[in-house]
């Protein structure tokens, strides 16, 4: 004797490691049809996002994932066979606003379903923010305007929450007034040494300011990058005073 048709979808819904405020974040749904006939019909899947989760894109074969505002529907015109899976990548972005933690939780439904009671899948997410990268430079101040090149050192502290061997390079050094053409005895070539790019925490600066001006300021950036995503990038600043009692 047969047994009688039964189609019973359920959903199980996961994410790997933690998520970082700043980067996006990467969900699987996994719906399976645990009965012993194909389903009947188009089937749903919602999923609405927590608050500091976004939609960036919805994925997987036979999937067609929309989003309005923080609801994701993802519809699939079907069959799944029996006892066969479909996966969607549901990737989102991660903001402040999602710290420490959300539950995200997703439904399905359609496709003939006859027991809703395995339909519903939850998934609780830890989210990090970003480790922050410190510089500080040495000398912080370039005095007596005297148009000579000062070597300034850079001290980066890159902290724990880093993954092991991270990243750090020199994005760039600028300064607020222009290179030449500030008057008598102005010098051009006013950075030097410095090869962005890489890590480089030494070079020269060149101790000069505009006598029109209210002082120069030389902006230095760094970013330490690891393999997993986390990111931090941070500026610390060389000033050439337009006075001593204007610092």
Not at 86 to 103: H, M, N, Q
Not at 163 to 179: A, K, Q, T
């Amino acid at each position: 004797m047969n047994p009688a048709p039964v189609i019973d979808l359920s959903i199980v819904k996961s994410h790997a490691g933690n998520f970082t405020v700043g980067t996006n974040g990467v969900y699987s749904l996994v719906v399976t049809n645990v009965g012993n006939t194909a389903t009947s019909g188009a089937i749903t899947v919602s999923d609405t996002l927590p608050t500091g989760l976004n939609f960036v894109t919805g994925t997987g074969t036979g999937w067609n994932c929309l989003a309005v505002g923080q609801v994701v529907t993802c519809t699939n015109a079907g069959p799944i066979a029996a006892n066969a899976t479909s996966t969607i990548t549901l990737t989102v972005s991660v903001a402040a606003a999602a710290v420490p933690s959300v539950i995200n939780v997703a439904v399905v439904a359609g496709g003939a379903d006859g027991n809703p009671g395995n339909n519903t899948a939850s998934d609780l997410t830890v989210i990090r923010q970003p480790p922050t990268l410190t510089v500080s430079l040495s000398p912080s101040e370039l005095w007596p305007p005297n148009h000579k090149l000062i070597p300034v050192t850079a001290t980066i502290t890159v902290p724990g929450d880093f993954g092991p061997n991270p990243r750090v390079v020199l994005l760039s050094i600028v300064s607020n007034e222009p290179d030449d053409g500030l008057g008598d005895g102005d010098t051009a070539n006013d950075i030097q040494g410095a090869v962005v790019g890489t890590d480089d925490r030494s070079f020269l600066l060149r101790a000069e300011r505009s006598g029109k001006g209210s002082g120069r300021v030389y902006t230095v950036t760094y970013r330490a990058t690891d393999a997993t995503g986390n990111m931090s990038t941070v500026s610390a600043v060389v000033v050439v005073p337009k006075d001593q009692g204007r610092r």
